[in-house]
């Protein structure tokens, strides 16, 4: 599990999350508590990843993505909203804060999970090729990249999350 205090990892989205985090040195060096919010798939039915794939979904042709054994992180959009106000308010929060729910799950999982919340089978799977294809490289940072992140500050500092686990929290969403 990544947690924060982990190691970065490589490629496009590791290295914005870096430049972002040491832009805000100065902030730090300067005496000023500051949060960085680094965000896993935040689930919301009107926007986002989530609100991209409930169209194939819905027409029973969702499916796992490549092998499916990447891990997911996510998030509720409910949760999401809860944590900026807990890291506005806990002055003990500072630094990086993985803002994902405490189960990530992988590709496979979070597939047949959307599938039940939807009632639809979800038994077309993308191959790896086909997504590359279609994306280039951002099919490997965004689709096929696992990461099995862990909130350990959020949890830590006994944030209350509204959806830990996806059934429950996919099925918020989906209303």
């Given at each position: 599990m990544l947690r924060e205090e982990s190691a970065s990892g490589t490629g496009f989205l590791a290295e914005v999350c870096r430049d972002w985090e040491a832009a805000t040195k100065p902030a730090v060096d300067a005496g000023i508590r500051v949060?960085?919010?680094?965000?896993?798939?935040?689930?919301?039915a009107t926007g986002g990843a989530l609100a991209k794939m409930l169209t194939p979904?819905?027409?029973?042709?969702?499916?796992?993505?490549?092998?499916?054994?990447?891990?997911?992180?996510?998030?509720?959009?409910?949760?999401v909203v809860g944590v900026i106000s807990n890291a506005l308010a806990n002055e003990t929060l500072r630094g990086p804060v993985n803002v994902v729910a405490p189960q990530p799950v992988t590709n496979r999982e979070f597939t047949k999970t959307l599938g039940r919340a939807l009632h639809r089978p979800a038994v077309c799977p993308v191959p790896a090729f086909a997504l590359r294809l279609a994306l280039g490289e951002m099919a490997d940072a965004l689709l096929l990249a696992s990461q099995r992140a862990e909130p350990a500050k959020l949890l830590a500092s006994g944030f209350p999350f509204r959806f830990p686990k996806l059934g429950d929290a996919l099925q918020h969403v989906l209303g």
């Open positions: 949060v960085n919010l680094r965000f896993g798939v935040i689930l919301c979904f819905r027409l029973g042709l969702g499916g796992v993505l490549g092998d499916g054994r990447q891990w997911m992180s996510w998030v509720a959009l409910d949760d």
